[in-house]
């Protein structure tokens, strides 16, 4: 799980100018999605 995150971190960081902004949306995408699942179970 750490490995893929940190390939992903490095894929974003090669591939785009704000990578940490990137890889935040992407973060807060699926804490969203948790929470979202959550409610509805």
Request: charged content about 20%; overall charge positive.
């Amino acid at each position: 799980m750490k490995g893929s995150l940190k390939y992903i971190i490095n894929k974003n960081l090669k591939n785009w100018r704000n990578p940490i902004f990137l890889s935040w949306k992407i973060i807060k995408k699926c804490v969203l999605h948790g929470k979202t699942q959550n409610f509805m179970n």
